[in-house]
């Protein structure tokens, strides 16, 4: 499975990679309430500094690069499906908290763990507005504003069938 898009760097004023990203930070608890997945998503990194716009700039397809322990926090679901709502196509971080990988994965949206993606940001490596390729079976990403190739954590078998057939559930019933 491969993807390709434009990346969102989630850092701070001084380009540094932000960690910690916690649930609340990607999904505000007041809008729990929320049921609409479409609505969902104009509330996506609203309680994360300097992000609160990302829903506005965001497109589909694109593609977000985070820091370590990305989805921190609670097991609220709305943290996974803003994103989906928003049409984004992955989350590369250098680590994602437990719960928050199970629920990306089981709701068939595509992450990769990328250890040491925190330096590589702030040696310049990645920016917002790069363009990259991934290949989620082989863990294989490309800069192409670079032209330089990394090598993330690969998706495990049963993360790739479960991103297939849409979700665990349809996974499931597969």
């Known amino acids: 499975m491969k993807i390709a898009g434009r990346i969102w760097v989630l850092a701070d004023e001084e380009g540094k990679p932000i960690h910690d990203i916690d649930t609340d930070q990607i999904y505000h ?27 506005r700039k965001a497109r589909p397809g694109d593609i977000i690069f985070a820091g370590r ?44 763990e990328f250890p040491g993606l925190s330096l590589l940001i702030e040696k310049g490596e990645f920016a917002s507005g790069d363009q990259v390729e991934i290949d989620m079976e082989s863990g294989k990403i490309a800069n192409l504003r670079s032209g330089k190739e990394y ?8 993360q790739l069938e479960i991103l297939q057939a849409g979700g665990l559930f349809a996974y499931g019933r597969g």
Request: with cysteine; proline share 4%; charged share 20%.
């Open 29 to 55: 608890n007041r809008y729990l309430a929320i049921t609409d997945l479409e609505e969902m998503g104009k509330y996506a990194l609203g309680n994360l500094k300097g992000w609160e716009d990302f829903p």
């Open 69 to 112: 322990n990305f989805g921190a926090g609670s097991s609220r679901q709305h943290a996974v499906d803003c994103f989906k709502a928003l049409g984004i196509a992955a989350i590369v971080a250098e680590s994602f908290g437990a719960i928050y990988k199970r629920n990306a994965i089981n709701s068939a949206l595509p992450i990769i």
């Open 151 to 158: 090598r993330a954590k690969p998706a495990s078998k049963v």
